[in-house]
Every structure is written in structure tokens, then in C-alpha cells.
């Protein structure tokens, strides 16, 4: 199994321009979440799902939208990118039941200039 | 809403010796609690969790973690580290399973 994959692993923007973070995983998990990850300041969550057609927001959701059309993707679309969304961003998995243990991502680093 | 509270931001340790990374989570209800650890450009791994029965939870890889309700912490040991165990680690806390909550991280630096 592939567990989670994210696309791209490496990404320059520029202020103003718009790009979606792909994430994908094939272990039929009903949650997906985003998470941002900035020095000293741990992961922080972005956007969550508990399902196909169910999105909500995490902690710092401004400037970021998600979709989920189906159980095995859930991108995450930045409409116009800022400086501040210069941060390395993982997605993750876990079932709905169970230890609720996450299954990350190795992580999409994006730089916006 | 809960959050957590990391301690120690970088903790160096020579090898072979003990270590202990402090984790204190704040909430009024019952939690599950989870160490992760991410080595160099890698995405986080799950090192060990609580979630009911025994306080004291181990992982394959020799660490433990205490869970104390009443100091609503959940510290992170090893009795010996190796230079393999040098990597950040993350202490998260989660009530409901939809929304996790992580510490700042400590970074583990291993001496040889």
C-alpha cells in the first residue's frame, strides 16, 4: 500500500497566484486532514473531513479551501497565495474507528515569494 | 478546546544516557494522547498513544510515556538513547479523533 501520497513535493509561488496541494490514500480511511507546519510552532490544522461530501474547519482555515468528492482525495486549494502560506504542509489519514491514529504524508514544502 | 504545552524545545542528550521530553495538555475531559516523531524531511510517524486501561504505554523502539490525569501530562522516556533517535517529536491530544491538537515539538539531538 501507498498510504497517503502528496502532490507536489516542492512548490514556488508567487503572491497572488493559485495552486492546489494534492492528497491522496488508499486505505479507505474516512478522516483526512491538512496541516501546516511553521517553526516553533508545531502542526496546526487547516481543514478536516469525516467523510466524502464533509469538510470543516481546523484552527487556521483563512485563505485555504478543500473538497472532498471522494473517500480517497482531498486536495487543498490556495485561491491567492500570500507570503504567509510559506510553511511545509501534510496531509493525513486515520479510519473512523479504532485508535484514530494518523497516517501522514511526507509533506509538500511551498514557497510563496 | 484543548491544547498542548511542549517544555523543552530542543533537549541535547549524550548517547546511552536517559532522556525525558515533557508534554502537559490542558482539558477538562477525557483525552486520548499520542507522541509522534518526524526524522529529517520526513512526515510524522506514530511512536506511541493512550487511550484507556494502563498509564504507562511503550513503544517497539524502547520509549515509553506515562499518562498522570491528575498532572495532565503525558512525558515521553528512554532509559538509553542511540544516535538513530535523534529526530523533533511531537506530543498531540485529541478528543474526539476529527480535530488533533499538537505541541510546539522538541527537538532530540543525540551526542555521540
Known amino acids: 500500500n501507498a498510504g497517503v501520497t502528496q502532490t507536489p513535493k516542492f512548490q514556488v509561488l508567487k503572491t497572488g497566484q493559485s495552486m492546489t496541494l494534492q492528497c491522496a490514500q488508499d486505505?479507505?480511511?474516512?478522516?483526512m486532514s491538512w496541516y501546516r507546519q511553521d517553526p516553533g510552532m508545531g502542526l496546526r490544522l487547516i481543514h478536516y473531513?469525516?467523510?466524502?461530501?464533509?469538510?470543516d474547519q481546523g484552527e487556521v482555515p483563512n485563505g485555504y479551501n478543500v473538497s472532498r468528492s471522494t473517500t480517497e482525495d482531498f486536495p487543498l486549494r490556495l485561491l491567492s497565495a500570500a507570503p504567509s502560506q510559506t510553511s511545509v504542509y501534510f496531509c493525513?489519514?486515520?479510519?473512523?474507528?479504532?485508535?484514530?491514529?494518523?497516517?501522514f504524508g511526507a509533506g509538500s514544502r511551498l514557497t510563496v515569494l | 478546546a484543548q491544547s498542548v504545552t511542549q517544555l523543552d524545545s530542543q533537549v541535547p542528550v549524550f548517547e546511552e544516557a536517559p532522556v525525558e521530553l515533557r508534554c502537559n495538555y490542558s482539558s477538562s475531559v477525557s483525552v486520548y494522547l499520542f507522541w509522534y516523531v518526524q526524522y529529517p524531511n520526513q512526515g510524522l510517524q506514530l511512536l506511541l498513544k493512550y487511550l484507556s486501561g494502563s498509564t504507562l504505554v511503550e513503544s517497539i523502539n524502547g520509549f515509553e510515556a506515562e499518562f498522570n490525569k491528575s498532572q495532565t501530562s503525558f512525558h515521553l522516556r528512554k532509559p538509553s538513547v542511540h544516535i538513530s533517535d535523534t529526530a523533533e517529536y511531537f506530543c498531540a491530544v485529541t478528543l474526539t479523533g476529527n480535530q488533533f491538537y499538537f505541541g510546539t515539538g522538541t527537538s532530540l539531538t543525540v551526542i555521540p
Open positions: 493525513a489519514s486515520s479510519g473512523s474507528s479504532g485508535a484514530n491514529v494518523l497516517t
Open positions: 473531513s469525516v467523510g466524502a461530501g464533509i469538510t
Open positions: 486505505m479507505n480511511h474516512e478522516y
